[in-house]
């Protein structure tokens, strides 16, 4: 079994902070990529960053200079910090891992979900 959690989401007026954070837990054996999508109401879920696991990273287009991804192996857990929040980027933010389980078997994870809003 392989569980992974999000905490960080809140609500947060536009031009703030907030730092999303991913564990994932259970029979690991190596995770590859690790990253975050969101989605937005009445939207289809969009992929916001990613890292390998050796720490190169991919953006898109809309968060770069503003959003931070960013993962400890040692703790099988990525972080999402975002700065300069904008309304634009209310969503639930959800985590995943492309990872291998000691059963040797591979496949992406999901976590359930937290959500950002961006409002004053």
């Known amino acids: 079994q392989v569980q992974l959690v999000e905490s960080g989401g809140g609500l947060v007026p536009p031009g703030g902070s907030l730092r999303l954070s991913c564990a994932a837990s259970?029979?690991?054996?190596?995770?590859?990529?690790m990253g975050w999508y969101r989605q937005a109401p009445g939207k289809q879920r969009e992929l916001v960053a990613t890292?390998?696991?050796?720490?190169?990273?991919n953006y898109r287009d809309s968060v770069k200079g503003r959003l931070t991804i960013s993962r400890d192996n040692a703790k099988n857990t990525v972080y999402l910090q975002m700065n300069s929040l904008k309304p634009e980027d209310t969503a639930v933010y959800y985590c995943?891992?492309?990872?291998?389980?000691?059963?040797?078997?591979?496949?992406?994870?999901w976590g359930r979900g937290t959500q950002v809003t961006v409002s004053s």
């Open positions: 995943y891992a492309d990872l291998r389980t000691s059963g040797w078997s591979r496949s992406d994870y």
């Open positions: 259970g029979s690991i054996f190596t995770i590859y990529a």
């Open positions: 890292v390998g696991s050796g720490g190169s990273t």
